[in-house]
């Protein structure tokens, strides 16, 4: 069997589409949805994915704010640049591209934003909510993952999910999605003893470790569903993900590729944060 490709690239265009729409309706109402980035430093990937994220922005008539700023800026800079955008109501979701130079502690960059202009999801009250099952903003990756299943009629009901990372941005809200929409969830990470013992018993497989062919074919159970985060580089320096791809693809039964599967959805997932962001501002 091959596993049927979940189109992470025409899924994130459907989703840019009806944010659009959703924006052109509080355009009319005189109010443009903005975005404000922060950039520090001139780390290469960083300043493609700010680009990325000033395209996207463009593409569904939102307003993109850059702010770019050298590698040395200071900490107290940075978070009265905040503040300001805090209190600014022309800005409705702020994010603060990491990582960040070392001197600059992330964890207190994270918690200045206000959280009601929390784009990227990454306050500690947005986590806080998704932990209580409260609304609130998600993290772009998992939420995008999750609209990928919804998308393929996948329902994580009753199956056994299994996450593999468990950062903040990812691997964590991930397992609390999944247990939200009642599947039966188990976490790995880099101190799991004999991970395919567990990623075997996967219906839902989600990786998020960074490190190419993490998950091989032996490790994935026949006709599972396999949700590849991962954002590598492989021998020939091409983007791949943390899977297996053609060998996994015959085992399972749904599959994301690596390009144009989670990454497309991270960034249409970002602009549904922005224009809810927008939007609850004009209640
Ligand atoms: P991270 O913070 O480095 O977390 C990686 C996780 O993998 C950690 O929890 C780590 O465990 C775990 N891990 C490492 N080696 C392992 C092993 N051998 N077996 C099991 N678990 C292992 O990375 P991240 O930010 O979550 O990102 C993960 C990957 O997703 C990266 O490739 C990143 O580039 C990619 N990513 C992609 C998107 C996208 O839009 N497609 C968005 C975000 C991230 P410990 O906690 O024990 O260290």
Redesign the pocket.
Known sequence: MTARILDGKALAAEVRAEVAQRVAALRARGLQPALAVILVGDNPASQTYVRHKGSDCESVGMRFVLDRFAADLPQAALLARIAQLNADPSIHGILVQLPLPKHIDPNLVIAAISPSKDADGFHVQSAGALMVGLPGFRP??PY?CMRLLQAAGIAPRGRHAVV????????KPMALMLLQADATVTV?????PD?ATFTRQADILVA????RR?ITADMVKPGAVVID????QDEAGRLCG?TDFAAVREVAGWITP?PG???P???AMLLVNTVEAAERSAR
């Open positions: 772009c990756t995008g593999v990372g468990r950062s903040n941005i990812v691997g790995c990470h880099s101190a799991t991970l998020a470790v960074g490190r993490t985060v991962g954002m590598n943390d690596v599967g989670v990454g959805m991270t960034r």
